[in-house]
């Protein structure tokens, strides 16, 4: 039961950061379109909460991104707090999701050898 209380309450957390951040932050850094929460961990006593972030681009556009959340993590968790449902709001933590980078790797790989196969 408590596992599905916190698979909402991640949901939710995700949800409303994505609209914190394209609403109220002033940031010109996190209006990137290239830019996507893709998941949120929080611990199960909700003391903190792993943002995962995709950012499609160099490593540098990576870290101007992570240093905007950081730089913003004050604004965001207590506007988060306003809105949860929740005794307390999580700290929250911002990290690079390098899944869909990942996924878009193999899939280039994969074209590749379908493109020799087929030569």
Do not use: C, W
């Not at 995700?14 to 996190?30: H, Y």
């Not at 909700?46 to 972030?53: D, E, G, M, R, S």
């Amino acid at each position: 039961m408590a596992s599905h209380r916190l698979a909402r309450i991640n949901a939710q957390i995700q949800r409303e950061l994505s609209l914190i951040i394209n609403q109220k932050a002033k940031d010109k850094r996190l209006h990137n379109s290239t830019f996507g929460i893709t998941d949120v961990k929080a611990t199960q006593d909700l003391k903190v909460a792993k943002v995962y972030i995709s950012v499609i681009g160099t490593q540098q556009e990576k870290e101007d991104i992570i240093d905007a959340l950081n730089n913003a993590k004050g604004f965001l968790r207590s506007s988060l707090g306003r809105v949860l449902k929740t005794h307390t709001t999580p700290e929250l933590i911002f990290k690079i999701d390098e899944s869909v980078e990942y996924g878009m790797h193999i899939d280039e790989i994969l074209s590749n050898l379908k493109n020799e196969k087929n030569q």
